[in-house]
């Protein structure tokens, strides 16, 4: 599975972690992702990451 990086703050988006503090289950695809589901550290929307 590709890691996503936060274009703004450099947070880096890998689903075999998830993000369980906001709801997000390890396993989770980036593409899977809630479209309201923003960065957990500076607040960035999907479309600001990009594949790494």
Known sequence: MDRYVCNICGY???????DPD?????????EDLP??????VCGAAKDEFTKE
Do not use: I
């Open 35 to 40: 479209e309201d589901w923003v960065c957990p």
């Open 12 to 18: 880096v988006y890998d689903p075999k972690d998830g």
């Open 22 to 30: 906001n709801g997000v289950k390890p396993g989770t695809k980036f």
